[in-house]
């Protein structure tokens, strides 16, 4: 996530720890590049222009220049200012006070609407509600049946009835109340901001179902538009919030960084994914942290709770401190960390990564895993403990063994070492990242 | 001559809004008296904020440095003619492959990102050769995204073509490996093929549309004929990334800009073409059949900087 910006501004905060005092034009030097780092980003040119105004305000301030540590000094402004620029704090769905509530979704054509009103519903189910998904959309084709087929694998109840998108939302209220549902989902039709007749649409639907919450729902890889698209939007509905979709893939944080300080409105989720969970709160505070190649040990560790549970966690540290961790427990934990997301997603949270270099794709999706776990299975007990043992000879045995190949074996190898060295580093916390005092502290887990 | 000028007229409709943020601030340049690194530097901020990119306005930009001495351009009211020249040699630098079919059925894969548009754009490219006579066939190789199957489905009963499918969930080399088979059978000019949109960064689903394609050129001779990489034109600079990776896990011959009704710019084409020196066949600026363009460099440019 937003790694081409964090390894970015981390070779500029590389250059300005270097220095032991910093004068006003190393500082000057510095947000030049963090300037062109946020650009290159898509994060809007406004945007950057009164970021770096304030940054720079505070940068070259008595307290900063005269510290021991001006580089931490700089790095902490530009840290608290990017959580700022982002909301500061996580905010939480509105729901009514009395049940039903209505939210609405809308957005550009494309933009993960309808998968995303997938995955609140499913929230809301985990939550023990019971949401209607309604498609609101008679425009696309087949959008309805893609809804449809969502509510049939969530077991959620779609409602499409009617020849309008006004006329669906209508009858939805109706059974809304008639059939006990405690949220309604509305699913409306992609549609460009400028098209006046549509924007009407949303509003006439927005009087008839008083929402409680008008998420936008956005592309996080949208460019310079993201801004445009986005006020235009809440200046014809008054948004509550925004939901970016896509995060999952290298979307460069542009809209992320954009949207919330020009149209003043919080990001409230964040798609990671196309599964119906990969859905999560975003904090803004941990995201500045990620862009900064911080690391967001908070979300780290609470997807391992999620994924292996908090005993085995425990117990994977411990193995991990007294470097007891085998190829045996790689195999154990393959399938749990699988759990836990994209392993690529996994690494991004844990602090420094991004500085690892050449890291190779570790794919654990499908026969990427069935394989890992033959290899290992090849291997006979004293390798697995010890893999140090495993020389030319018995990695040709183990491919044939598993029927893979001695390259294949040998990048099963390289990524063992590879999460060894990885989770050693996690492990040591916020020592082995090299930030001052006044920086978020790092947990232990 | 007056279909031409209808257009010119579409695209300019279609990138008007591009207008508006790009030429509004122009106009104000150019009624600066003259040419400074303060002006440089808001034309910077102009290019990058019609999507073009730090790295491509910085090559424009230090041409037009270079020929700051060289050309009369000490007088900004030029700046205009100078832009357009340069982003539509930067366009028209490599000449797109245009179908007269030599080979039957002439076969298409279609890729992109999630909700790029590739489904509606297949609908409109089949309508366009349904239009010139041709036959045409699709196969609905999603088979992953709900409801996918069935949009492509209406999009071919639309411009009246017809659709290979399975159910939902099965291989999409199954699905294409029939498709290749039934246009072969019937005869068709035409083989347009849908593919689930996918992040560019998961590798297993990149993986998936190489044996994909391993299995269209193993079906028929030379083919696909044609890889068409369809690009959201809101996207930012993320279009470049895509368009890199797909490219190099593919062989992408051509692309398609879909979105530019709104007020995306699509500036970010002007750094692909540059980079990876692919042709842009079209650009998609509606929701009905034919708001479907074939790319021109020169209107393309010219409606990008002209009111």
């Keep these: 996530m937003f790694a081409s910006l964090s390894s970015k501004l981390e070779q500029v905060f590389k250059k300005l720890r270097g220095h032991g005092r910093l004068s006003e034009s190393n500082i000057a030097e510095a947000l030049r590049e963090v300037r062109l780092a946020l650009l290159e980003a898509d994060v809007h040119f406004l945007v950057v222009k009164s970021f770096l105004e304030r940054v720079k305000e505070r940068a070259v301030g008595r307290d900063v220049l005269s510290s021991l540590t001006p580089g931490q000094q700089v790095i902490k402004v530009v840290h608290e200012e990017l959580t700022a620029l982002m909301g500061a704090k996580a905010v939480q769905l509105s729901l009514a006070s009395v049940p039903p509530t209505a939210i609405m979704l809308v957005g550009l054509h494309g933009s993960g609407k309808t998968t995303t009103a997938g995955k609140l519903a499913w929230l809301f189910q985990r939550e023990g509600r019971r949401p209607l998904l309604v498609a609101a959309d008679p425009y696309r084709p087949a959008a309805v049946d893609q809804l449809q087929a969502l509510g049939e694998r969530l077991q959620v109840e779609v409602h499409h009835d009617g020849t309008s998108a006004v006329e669906v939302c209508q009858n939805a209220l109706a059974r809304l109340r008639r059939e006990g549902f405690d949220v309604l989902l509305a699913d409306t039709a992609g549609r460009f901001h400028i098209d006046q007749e549509l924007m009407e649409e949303l509003r006439v639907i927005k009087g008839l179902l008083h929402p409680t919450e008008v998420l936008l729902v956005a592309d996080a890889m949208t460019g310079q538009d993201a801004v445009k698209s986005a006020s235009a939007f809440d200046a014809a509905l008054g948004l509550t919030g925004v939901i970016l979709t896509k995060l999952d893939g290298d979307a460069r944080g542009g809209a992320a960084l954009s949207i919330k300080a020009v149209t003043g409105k919080p990001i409230k989720f964040i798609g990671v994914g196309e599964k119906l969970d990969a859905l999560e709160v975003f904090h803004p505070e941990r995201m500045a942290s990620r862009i900064l190649g911080m690391g967001d040990v908070l979300t780290l560790v609470e997807r391992m709770e999620a994924a292996i549970g908090r005993e085995r966690a425990a117990e994977v540290e411990q193995k991990l401190r007294e470097a007891t961790f085998t190829l045996e427990d790689f195999k154990a934990e393959l399938r749990q960390i699988k759990k836990m997301g994209p392993l690529d997603q996994i690494f991004s949270l844990i602090p420094g990564v991004s500085r690892l270099q050449g890291l190779p794709g570790v794919e654990l999706e499908g026969r990427g895993l069935v394989q890992m776990e033959a290899i290992i299975d090849s291997m006979t007990v004293k390798e697995r403990r010890n893999p140090g043992i495993i020389d030319g000879s018995r990695r040709r045995r183990i491919a044939q063994g598993s029927g893979t190949t001695v390259a294949e074996v040998n990048r099963l190898l390289k990524q063992f070492h590879q999460i060894e060295r990885l989770m050693k580093q996690f492990l040591k916390g916020g020592k082995a990242m090299k930030m001052g005092k006044g920086m978020p502290p790092f947990p232990n887990i | ?307």
Excluded at chain 2, 157 to 175: E, F, L
Excluded at chain 2, 179 to 206: C, E, S, V, W
Excluded at chain 2, 250 to 256: F, K, M, W
Aim: with cysteine; net charge neutral.
């Design chain 2, 1 to 307: 001559m007056s279909e031409q000028k209808g257009l010119l007229e579409r695209l300019r409709r279609g990138l008007r809004r591009t207008q508006e943020a790009f030429l509004g601030p122009l106009e104000d340049l150019l009624g600066s008296p003259r040419m400074d690194s303060g002006l440089l530097e808001e034309l910077e901020e102009l290019l990058i904020t019609a999507d073009i990119g730090v790295i491509t306005s910085e090559r424009i930009l230090e041409k037009l440095r270079r020929d700051l001495g060289r050309k009369e351009l000490s007088d900004p009211r030029r700046l205009r003619d100078y832009l357009r020249e340069e982003i539509a040699s930067l366009l028209g630098q490599v000449a797109s492959r245009e179908p007269p079919y030599p080979t039957r059925p002439w076969v298409v894969l279609f890729l992109g990102v999630n909700g790029c548009g590739k489904t509606t754009t297949i609908g409109k490219i089949a309508w366009r050769h349904r239009q010139e006579g041709k036959k045409v066939l699709l196969a609905a190789a999603d088979t992953f995204r709900a409801a996918a199957i069935e949009q492509l489905q209406i999009w071919g009963k639309k411009a009246g073509a017809d659709v290979v499918s399975h159910r939902p969930g099965a291989d999409p080399s199954a699905v294409i490996f029939d498709a290749l088979k039934a246009a072969k059978a019937r005869q068709m000019d035409l083989l347009l093929i849908d593919t689930a949109g996918r992040l560019h960064t998961k590798r297993n689903l990149m993986e998936e549309l190489r044996k994909v394609k391993r299995v269209i050129g193993r079906e028929a001779t030379e083919a696909p004929h044609e890889v068409l990489l369809v690009l959201d034109a809101t996207m930012g600079s993320n279009s470049l990334t895509q368009a890199r990776e797909f490219h190099q896990a593919l062989g992408v011959t051509g692309l398609v800009l879909a979105k530019l009704d709104g007020t995306a710019k699509g500036g970010a084409l002007i750094g692909i073409v540059d980079e990876l020196k692919i042709p842009v066949k079209y650009l998609g600026i509606g929701e009905k059949l034919d708001d479907l363009e074939e790319f021109e460099p020169e209107s393309f440019a010219e409606a990008l900087l002209i009111p």
